[in-house]
């Protein structure tokens, strides 16, 4: 399973321009961002686990 980190300060939250929550962003493993979404997500649903695949192998 992915790893969750908390952005205590919000100095990530600040340099990636989040400007409500919920955000979901997807990093790369070289930490380049390579989607996001605003809003709520159901990220078990069978359309997010698509994307998500389809982000992995990206």
Do not use: F
């Amino acid at each position: 399973m992915p790893s969750q980190r908390r952005d205590s300060s919000s100095a990530l939250a600040h340099e990636m321009a989040v400007l409500g929550l919920p955000v979901t962003v997807m990093l790369s493993p070289d930490g380049a961002k390579i989607a996001r979404m605003t809003g709520d997500a159901e990220s078990n649903s069978e359309s997010a686990m698509a994307i998500i695949s389809g982000l992995i192998d990206y």
